[in-house]
């Protein structure tokens, strides 16, 4: 068959961009540290600050905001109400708070920039045929490709999160800023001039005057695209309500998913209707008497809240613990260490982060010291990739267990098949696998390629950790035919008649240990901390015990609290 792109040598596009973003990691790698750590320390300054107002305060003053801006019409402040209430009640108000301080700050910054860029194009054709295709790949990207430059330039956290949202959520308010002053009436602009006014004069006594309705509009979308990428931001460590609706994706979580999902459209909503709200009034201040009380009302609201929230972030700082930030895989096996670790070092006077990242970014945090420890390494053969990778730029530390194993995975009522060499046409020659850039995904595409799978049709079809699950569970119960990544230790295993398949070829790797990785630098800067992770350890049996509970529902904090409990001896031995 001919084929055109035969005739032509393949463009090397991708290397250019790799090579263009490691050229700009390396030569202005000050920069980028530099902005990490300015953002961080802005971020997390506020979001101190926000979760330091009381929560009754904040929905207190929240509400009294909305009812002065309504006008006397009380649907809005009371969902106001109730919708704080409930998310308050469901235990998500720090992540409210995270996802508030990334919202805002996003959509600042793409005021910030949007709005001087669209008056510059509505005033330069040359400014604004350049800009308009920048706008268009911006908007037409899909949001999850500019997660890899944000990682690279910024690491993990809430910083990258901010840098994606905002080139995500800045073309509405470009394109509505430029759109504005253009539609100001021809005939007043040639007035304006006719009087003597300059061009500065005509822009604030005139054009944006005119054009602050549409302006205001551009400015609500970037506020709702800048909350549509708080799911996408989680996947690369940005804290909030996001984290927990990935959490439940990966987990096939529905309550989760919904309370978590609830909680974010309750802020979407407030945040909506009030940008609404703010713009009306302004309309309506140029035509009626101006009310200063409510302008008052609102400021000395606002300086209540943010003052008692500055006051109690003060008094509290002092008597803050050191911090141990755990990066792991939302893997039940990892989810189960990772907790169980982190109640630990609770008992023993340590503040913990956890953050849920993808596997290769988990081992990237450590090696840049973006994290400082992960207990999710399985070595010699899942993760040999990324130990090749970054073992010069971390510490391995102890293994904190022993005996886990990877296989292809069948239920025990499969009789006609025991050996990875018996496959021919079970389950629709699916296999059902993970996250795709779990390490038993490539060992699954690999085993695929060495038994000649793939030349049968044999394929892999990567989803998550827990529609993996979910597809088990279903198929189980309906005895119908089903090959999965499986690994042990795992509930799945207690829960279900399972098998591996015999794996002559080694193909998915043989006994392997779980090992604890650093970040180096730690032991000199927390040694205490340091000799305690070095220590972790438990057995297959332990881990298999707090999944069950987790997928009994049981959430993983109260799963390892209770695990720690019946081991409160063997805990303590890790401290000592």
Known sequence: ???????????????????GVNWLTN??????????????????????????????????????????LSHKKWGFPLFTLVGLLIIANQGLWSDLMNTFTLVIMASLLSVIIGVPLGIWMSKNEMVNKIVQP????????????????????????VVPGVFASVIFALPPTVRMSCLGIKQVPTDLVEAAESFGSTGWQKLFKLELPLAKGTIFSGINQTLMLALSMVVVASMIGAPGLGRGILSAVQGADVGKGFVNGISLVVLAIIMDRL???????????????????????????????????????????????????????????????????????????????????????VWQSVANGEADVSV????????????????????????????????????KYMTDVNSIEDLQNQAGKKITGIEPGAGISSLAKDTIKAYGLDKKG?????????????????AIKAKQEIIVT????????????????????????????????ARQGLKEDKPDAYK???????????MSSVMLDMDDGMSPKKAANKWIKNHQSQVDSWFK
């Open 1 to 19: 068959m001919f084929v055109l792109a035969n005739l032509f040598t393949k463009i090397p596009l991708d290397s250019w961009v790799d090579s």
């Open 27 to 68: 030569h202005l790698s000050g920069f980028f540290d530099g902005v990490q750590k300015g953002g961080n320390t802005v971020m997390n300054t506020m979001t101190d600050i926000l979760t330091a107002v009381p929560i009754w305060l904040f929905i207190i003053g929240m509400t009294l905001i909305v009812g002065v």
């Open 134 to 157: 920048i706008l268009d790949f911006m908007q037409t990207m899909p949001a999850f490709v500019y997660l890899i430059p944000a990682v690279a330039f910024f690491g993990i956290g």
């Open 275 to 361: 940008t609404q709200k703010i713009n009306q009034t302004s309309k309506q201040s140029s035509t009626t008497p101006k009310r200063h009380w409510k302008l008052w009302t609102i400021l000395v609201t606002l300086m209540v809240m943010v003052g008692t929230g500055i006051v109690t972030t003060i008094t509290s700082a002092s008597s803050q613990k050191e911090t141990i930030k755990i990066a792991y895989v939302q893997w039940d096996s990892e989810v189960a260490s990772s907790n169980v670790l982190a109640q630990a070092l609770r008992q023993h006077g340590y503040d913990v982060e956890m953050t849920s990242l993808d596997n290769a970014i």
């Open 376 to 411: 999710s390494s399985w070595l010699p053969t899942t993760h040999a990739a990324q130990y090749k990778k970054y073992k010069d730029q971390l510490d391995m530390l102890g293994t904190n267990l022993k005996g886990a194993t990877n296989g292809l995975t069948v239920p």
């Open 458 to 474: 044999w394929k892999l079809s990567e989803s998550s950790t827990g529609a993996m699950t979910v597809a088990l569970g279903k």
């Open 486 to 517: 499986g690994w042990q230790p795992h509930w799945i295993f207690q829960k279900y008649d399972l098998k591996y398949l015999e794996d002559p070829k080694k193909a998915m790797g043989s006994e392997e240990s779980i090992k604890t990785i």
């Open 532 to 542: 305690a992770l070095d220590k972790f350890h438990w057995t297959k049996e332990d």
